[in-house]
């Protein structure tokens, strides 16, 4: 580290500006208006007493031009200590200048204290999270060694399974966290882009959900005959969809329908999954895209597909932002929900993909606004 010297601070620096300032004009008019013919060196001597008395009002005066700028040294030096609640006091007497950069670091403070306060909570969520499975994990093999060779073929298969189960759960809330923090580090969620048929996409989340979904709820697909072209990566808009649809699925109560929709509207792609099931508060509607933002549990309708961990609406959002698209939201409660997801296309395409439907079809009320 470079050794610093008292000349080296921004006030010894200015008070010397302003000093030399100060004697050149009363020289000058000395040499050219006084003496000009008769200079004498000697007569020059009375004048170096006023060196000193400049130097120390100009001291004096630069102290009190750089009061705000000092202030603003000691709030960074209390945010290196980790004090980020303190302020810069905003005195209307101050100059514009220095005003205007104490307003810029308090928000910038104010930032940073969001972010660290967003931060802090995450980890508290992550951490409860991470601990729910492990605590089963651990009761579980626990019992078992406890039991030894006195366990019953039932016990050990359930206990097993939920071994299995709850080991799965973790494997997918790292891998959803590890995906999360690479979008916050600025790296790419998405791998290689290739130009595919979007529809092979929704075929495939229709063929998925086909199977999972229970018997109870109706499953619909209205897919366009003709090809949707778009350069993206496949495996994560199947990630997004079929997340979204199992959303969906969760949401909606035996007899209740789930219909998912892909059209294309000029330049952009417009999937729309749309349920008949509990819907969304208004309030939980401004956050269902927080990180492990979760409604109510008893607003879940199945346990068929267990419980989430809050991460899948932050990751499809990151996902589909990193495509250039959007997601929307729309819904009322004990009415339903609509996600309405738009990706951009490649190029123009023009409107000539209609919705090709059944005359059974256009009898549904859900369907005539897709």
């Not at 580090?185 to 999972?212: C, M, P, W, Y």
């Not at 996902?319 to 009415?335: F, R, V, W, Y």
Request: with cysteine; glycine share 4%; aromatic share 6%.
């Amino acid at each position: 580290m470079n050794k610093k010297y008292p000349w080296d601070s921004i006030r010894a620096r200015t008070t010397l500006a302003m000093s030399i300032t100060s004697l050149i004009p009363i020289i000058l008019c000395y040499i050219f208006f006084f003496e000009r013919n008769s200079l004498n060196i000697y007569e020059c001597i009375w004048y170096l007493p006023l060196i000193p008395i400049l130097i120390v009002f100009n001291w004096y005066f630069a102290g009190v031009i750089l009061m705000p700028v000092n202030q603003l040294l000691d709030s960074i030096t209390n945010l290196a200590n980790l004090d980020i609640h303190n302020r810069v006091e905003l005195n209307p007497a101050e100059p514009t200048e220095t005003q205007e950069l104490a307003n810029s670091f308090n928000k910038l403070l104010n930032r940073l204290e969001e972010s660290l306060n967003i931060q802090c909570q995450f980890v508290a969520d992550a951490s409860h999270e991470l601990r729910t499975p492990l605590t089963s994990i651990q009761g579980y093999t626990k019992l078992l060694l406890r039991r030894g060779s006195n366990v019953d073929a039932k016990l050990m298969v359930e206990a097993l399974q939920t071994i299995s189960d709850e080991s799965g759960r973790l494997i997918r809330l790292v891998s959803d966290l590890l995906q999360l923090a690479r979008a916050d580090a600025g790296q790419s969620v998405i791998n290689q882009k290739t130009e595919f048929d979007l529809r092979r996409v929704f075929h495939t989340v229709e063929d998925t959900v086909s199977v999972l979904a229970p018997e109870q709820i109706e499953i619909k697909f209205v897919i366009p005959d003709e090809p949707i072209k778009i350069v993206a990566d496949e495996d994560r808009l199947k990630q997004v969809f079929l997340n979204l649809t199992q959303n969906a699925i969760k949401a909606t109560q035996s007899g209740g329908k789930v219909t998912v929709a892909l059209r294309v509207d000029n330049s952009e792609a417009i999937a729309r999954i749309i349920d008949t099931g509990i819907g969304i508060a208004p309030a939980d509607q401004q956050r269902i895209f927080d990180r492990f933002y979760r409604v109510e549990r008893s607003r879940t309708r199945s346990k068929g597909y267990g419980g989430g961990t809050g991460l899948g609406l932050a990751i499809a959002l990151t996902i589909i932002k990193a495509h250039g698209g959007d997601i929307e939201l729309s819904s009322e409660l004990n009415k339903g929900s609509t996600f309405t997801i738009k990706l951009p296309l490649p190029v123009k395409v023009e409107n000539t993909l209609t919705k090709k439907i059944t005359l059974d079809s256009v009898k549904d009320p859900v369907l005539k606004n897709l």
